[in-house]
């Protein structure tokens, strides 16, 4: 697996985003419009659902996004490992807990992968990768309630796998976080 996928997951799954596999482009199509008729009305097409992907349950809730603030003094650090073992260059997730993040972190822990979120939701949330020895470090953080979030191949199983902490952090508050399972 290339080292990115786990960091780009990770990072989307948190923020409530995926990665989505690119679709065929649409065919193009051409109508003939007679002199003195109007083109038809553009028609807004419904959101197809994205195979292999849970549906989402909750929808974005703006005004939930709209009352936190987007920068801070707060630095989230810590250590990715995975049986026992650190993860280097391992995708890693801040994002504020809401009830669309909660939604994509439960689904994530039971090994669900949900459809794409809501683009606005990613302004909230901040990515980074773990060193050599799986460090990482996060910063620009306002003070609230955090899912930091961290995937990677488990050297035991080589199965991905995500973990996925809730960490409070007060207003230019340092906190340290272990991911490990």
Known sequence: MKRWIPFALSGLLLAGCEIVPPTPSPTERIE??????RPPEPREEEPQPT????????????????????HGSGVISGRLTLSGRPIAGAGISVAPVTTYSAEAAEKA??????????????????TTRTDGNGHFRVSDLPAGEFYVSGSGRDPASGQTRVVIRQVGLGKGQRREVELSR
């Open 109 to 126: 822990l039971a090994g669900i992968a949900v459809e794409p979120a809501d683009p606005r939701a990613r302004e909230y949330t901040r």
């Open 51 to 70: 195979p292999g992907r849970a549906p989402r349950e909750v929808a974005f809730p703006e005004a939930e996004y709209a009352a936190l603030e987007k």
């Open 32 to 37: 003939v419009i007679e002199r003195g008729e």
